[in-house]
């Protein structure tokens, strides 16, 4: 499986971005999928996660104001994030693993990884 992350930028406080992962590969239906972000000089965290059935699940510091989708017929996972804020600054990854029953928040439970998009908001 390769994901390849894009839609990363900068933008102003309280503005808005969205995020695109698309996975290719060996991908025989719908797996569960999450967005991470990395800010410099600290621990790579997850944000949000969505399982094989669509249910999603996001970080306190993120619910409310990002929205985790994805599109099984383009293969396509997406992070719409609104009322950006600068502490939302931070590479951002998303991650999967078709071996996953339930999408957890767990870095290490994910074996497939994008190169990442920067997100800069000021």
């Known amino acids: 499986v390769q994901l390849v992350e894009s839609g990363g930028g900068s933008v102003q406080t309280g503005g808005s971005l969205r995020v695109s992962c698309e996975a290719s590969?060996?991908?025989?239906?719908?797996?569960?999928m999450g967005w991470f972000r990395q800010a410099l000089g600290k621990e790579r965290e997850a944000i949000a996660s969505i399982d094989s059935t669509g249910r999603t699940s996001y970080s306190e510091s993120v619910k409310g104001r990002f929205t985790i989708s994805h599109d099984n017929a383009k293969n396509t996972l997406f992070l719409q994030m609104d009322t950006l804020k600068p502490e939302d600054t931070a590479m951002y990854y998303c991650?999967?693993?078709?071996?996953?029953?339930?999408?957890?928040?767990?870095?290490?439970?994910?074996?497939?990884w994008g190169q990442g998009t920067q997100v800069t908001v000021s």
């Open positions: 991650a999967a693993d078709p071996r996953l029953v339930t999408a957890t928040f767990w870095v290490a439970d994910y074996g497939y």
């Open positions: 590969g060996n991908i025989v239906g719908p797996m569960c």
